[in-house]
């Protein structure tokens, strides 16, 4: 039983985010602001607030935006700089020194199994941690989702992948857990038996739904080698996670928070309405029009 703690996550965000589609033609959803922060940063913030020291994204050909958002940019510094402009010079500078950020690309875009499997050589042979590149949580005033999963990882040694319930029509879009019955729940962590990507409705073992957090053992990375095509053609991390049940523990963790799917439209505009709530200097304009919508929609 390994002791190792998580230090490593890996964000996987090299998918075609075809549902977004025209505005990821050219601009990865990972990108896409909420307010006024790509997507990315708010996964990057909540990696670094679980503890995490270096992260891998996994992008690709199109992403190179994403490079240059982490990264310093002198020029922009010094037109700011020039301009009196101190607070925006900050706002950069944070941004570039976040994390120890590394990227790697994944060559085709052959699924998710497939991007975590590029993370083989940066990752090791320790535990980590996996985070997807359009799934944000926010947990305002509690811990953050990942960090409720490493400490869930640091009571079972084992890998534990966060999840949610879902409404019953929803379960066909996710992976959904199937917990080991004969196993008393730990708070709100279960022990596993089973997980199915996308299973049919009436199929479904349960309506609690993997949700973007993983903390993975890294032998994970055989069980991918091997992993064969899946749902949609894709190879599936699901399908490993369920290949490493039979060789060792794996727990799901109900976290806390909410989450938000922004590689989807409906999501992304939640996520924008509910984080413009957040912000004191745009909280009372778009409340005062959200009440003026909701009038003339009476
Ligand atoms: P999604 O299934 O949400 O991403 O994968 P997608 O394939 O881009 O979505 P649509 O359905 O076409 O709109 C979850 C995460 O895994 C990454 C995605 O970037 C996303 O963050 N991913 C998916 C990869 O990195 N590589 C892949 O081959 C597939």
Redesign the pocket.
């Known amino acids: 039983m390994s002791t190792q703690k998580v230090r490593k996550a890996v964000i ?9 589609l025209p505005a990821t033609k050219a601009i990865p ?2 990108m896409l602001p909420i307010v006024d922060v790509p997507t990315v940063q708010y996964i990057i913030e909540e990696a670094v607030a679980s503890g995490i020291e270096e992260i891998l994204i ?1 992008t690709n050909s199109n992403k190179h935006c994403m490079e240059n958002h982490f990264d310093k940019d002198y020029e922009l510094e010094a037109r700011l700089s020039e301009s009196g402009k101190t607070a925006q010079v900050k706002l950069i500078n944070d941004i570039a020194n976040l994390a120890n950020i590394y990227y790697v690309r ?1 060559k085709e ?4 199994g ?2 975590v499997l590029c993370a083989k050589s940066f990752i090791g042979n320790e535990p980590f941690a996996v985070l ?3 799934d944000v949580v926010i947990n305002k005033g509690g811990q953050p989702a990942l960090q409720q999963l490493i400490n869930a990882y640091d009571k079972h040694h084992a890998s534990v992948v966060g999840v949610q319930t879902v409404a019953e029509d929803q379960v066909s879009k996710y992976g959904i857990v199937a917990p080991n019955r004969n196993v008393p729940a730990d708070g709100r962590a279960v022990k596993l038996d089973n997980m199915v990507e996308k299973p049919k409705q009436e199929e479904a073992p349960s309506r609690m739904a993997v949700l973007g957090r993983y903390v993975l053992t890294p032998e994970i990375f055989d069980l991918l080698e091997s992993q064969g095509a899946g749902a949609g053609g ?1 190879i599936q991390l699901t399908d490993a996670i369920c290949r490493l049940i039979d060789t060792q523990a794996v727990y799901a963790y109900d976290f806390e928070g909410i989450r938000y799917d922004v ?1 989807d439209k409906f999501g992304f505009i939640k996520a924008t309405i509910d984080f413009a709530l957040e912000r004191p200097d745009l909280r009372d304009q778009v409340a005062d029009y959200l009440k003026e919508i909701a009038e003339k929609m009476k």
């Open positions: 996987p965000a090299a998918g075609l985010g075809t549902r977004f959803k990972e996994i994944q875009p052959k699924g998710l497939h991007a997807l590149g359009d894709e590689g």
